[in-house]
């Protein structure tokens, strides 16, 4: 036996499909009315499992068609369907000669055990071939019509609620950027989308849409764009997250601030984003930096001044007359000290502490 099934959802087709497999039938499938009839006329089939709302033909025009044609109108055809659930709309479907009208979902077991009795039926000579005047006709025209206004009505309805809920929902994200206390910076996919005010003002631009298309890393001084670089990269695995990290970022007159970095991924279903959250470096951070300077000894001081301005660790070990062991171990505790995980995190913090306030 052989099922015809109709719908414009990928997933409801296969999963009958599938599920008429399992119980050892023959399915093929349409993605909507005008298909199904090509293929139903080249290869009838012994049952259609339709839906009702579809592009270029709907179900019930699929089914008035069926119904017309006498190489297929003793084929039963049903309906399954999730959008069409209204008494009004079963009736029209039986009238036009649907041998049933099913409603999403329905129990597996349930669906299969309903469409037996329609072969059961079929096989009995119980198949339904309306027989209309022309006024019964073009009242079902009517009706057809009628119930398909009422659905596109509520449809472009429920779409207008949905856009304003959205644009509610957009307002409310602007809302709580602006009010954030860090600067914020949202980066898309062709570059920074949104900044807030307090990123404008940390970066000297002249309001938020001055940054507006120019990218994340273009802000980044240049000293930090490789570790920035590996940060973005983390950064495109969805839920990442990381601690804040601190850099050095540059300011529209070319002076440069010390901040922190943080970021949270932000999914979406056609594009991906990441926020970033921007801190100046406050007082209290620097003396947390000059207390664990203080923590060093003179070695560790002395290994410190050297890596800072570039020196490798074998001159190093040359200058202080120590092995390049030695220098690696001193090199290891002062970072662990100042909390730096990277050269260059080393040296920024190493220079800000000496830094003034640019503004």
Same mark, same amino acid.
């Given at each position: 036996?052989?099922?015809?099934? =109709?719908?414009?959802?990928?997933?409801?087709?296969?999963?009958?499909?599938?599920?008429?497999?399992?119980?050892?039938?023959?399915?093929?499938?349409? #993605? +909507?009315?005008?298909?199904?009839?090509?293929?139903?006329?080249?290869?009838?089939?012994?049952?259609?499992?339709?839906?009702?709302?579809?592009?270029?033909?709907?179900?019930?025009?699929?089914?008035?068609? *069926?119904? !017309?044609?006498?190489?297929?109108?003793?084929?039963?055809?049903?309906?399954?369907?999730?959008?069409?659930?209204?008494?009004?709309?079963?009736?029209?479907?039986? !009238?036009?000669?649907?041998?049933?009208?099913?409603?999403?979902?329905?129990?597996?077991?349930?669906?299969?055990?309903?469409?037996? /009795?329609? =072969?059961? @039926?079929?096989?009995?000579?119980?198949?339904?071939?309306?027989? %209309? @005047?022309?006024?019964?006709?073009?009242?079902?025209?009517?009706?057809?019509?009628?119930?398909? #206004?009422?659905?596109?009505?509520?449809?472009?309805?429920?779409?207008?609620?949905?856009?304003?809920?959205?644009?509610?929902?957009?307002?409310?994200?602007?809302?709580?950027?602006?009010?954030?206390?860090?600067?914020? *910076?949202? %980066?898309?996919?062709?570059?920074?989308?949104?900044?807030?005010?307090?990123?404008?003002?940390?970066?000297?631009?002249?309001?938020?849409?001055?940054?507006?298309?120019?990218?994340? #890393?273009?802000?980044?001084?240049?000293?930090?764009? /490789?570790?920035?670089?590996?940060?973005?990269?983390?950064?495109?695995?969805?839920?990442?997250?990381?601690?804040?990290?601190?850099?050095?970022?540059?300011?529209?007159?070319?002076?440069?601030?010390?901040?922190?970095?943080?970021?949270?991924?932000?999914?979406?279903?056609? +594009?991906?984003?990441?926020?970033?959250?921007?801190?100046?470096?406050?007082?209290?951070?620097?003396?947390?930096?000059? /207390?664990?300077?203080?923590?060093?000894?003179?070695?560790?001081?002395?290994?410190? +001044?050297?890596?800072?301005?570039?020196?490798? +660790?074998? *001159?190093?070990?040359?200058?202080?007359?120590?092995?390049?062991?030695?220098?690696?171990?001193?090199? !290891?505790?002062?970072?662990?000290?100042?909390? !730096?995980?990277?050269?260059?995190?080393?040296?920024?913090?190493?220079?800000?502490?000496?830094?003034?306030?640019?503004?």
């Amino acid at each position: 036996m052989k099922f015809l099934i =109709v719908d414009d959802d990928e997933d409801s087709r296969v999963f009958l499909e599938q599920a008429l497999a399992r119980a050892g039938y023959d399915a093929m499938s349409a #993605t +909507n009315g005008l298909e199904a009839l090509d293929k139903a006329r080249e290869a009838p089939p012994d049952m259609i499992i339709s839906d009702v709302l579809m592009p270029e033909m709907d179900g019930f025009a699929l089914c008035r068609e *069926v119904k !017309a044609d006498e190489a297929l109108k003793n084929i039963p055809l049903v309906f399954y369907t999730a959008t069409y659930t209204d008494q009004k709309e079963e009736k029209l479907a039986l !009238a036009l000669g649907a041998s049933r009208y099913f409603h999403k979902p329905m129990e597996l077991s349930a669906l299969m055990a309903s469409l037996m /009795e329609v =072969v059961e @039926s079929h096989t009995k000579g119980d198949v339904s071939v309306p027989e %209309q @005047s022309l006024d019964d006709a073009m009242a079902l025209q009517r009706n057809h019509a009628a119930i398909l #206004t009422r659905k596109l009505d509520k449809k472009q309805r429920t779409l207008a609620r949905k856009e304003a809920e959205i644009r509610n929902l957009e307002q409310q994200f602007r809302r709580v950027i602006e009010l954030s206390p860090d600067a914020v *910076v949202i %980066q898309g996919e062709n570059g920074i989308i949104m900044i807030n005010d307090n990123a404008a003002t940390l970066l000297g631009v002249a309001g938020p849409d001055d940054l507006i298309g120019a990218d994340i #890393t273009d802000i980044i001084h240049p000293d930090d764009t /490789e570790d920035f670089m590996k940060m973005l990269g983390d950064a495109a695995t969805e839920d990442a997250s990381t601690a804040p990290k601190e850099y050095v970022v540059l300011r529209r007159d070319g002076s440069s601030v010390d901040v922190e970095i943080d970021y949270r991924h932000i999914p979406d279903d056609d +594009n991906a984003g990441t926020q970033f959250a921007i801190r100046k470096i406050t007082t209290r951070k620097r003396q947390e930096i000059l /207390e664990n300077l203080d923590r060093l000894t003179r070695r560790e001081r002395e290994i410190m +001044n050297m890596v800072v301005v570039g020196e490798t +660790n074998k *001159v190093i070990a040359r200058h202080l007359k120590i092995s390049d062991k030695t220098v690696e171990t001193h090199r !290891a505790n002062l970072m662990r000290k100042l909390g !730096a995980t990277s050269l260059a995190e080393l040296i920024r913090k190493v220079r800000l502490v000496d830094r003034r306030e640019t503004f």
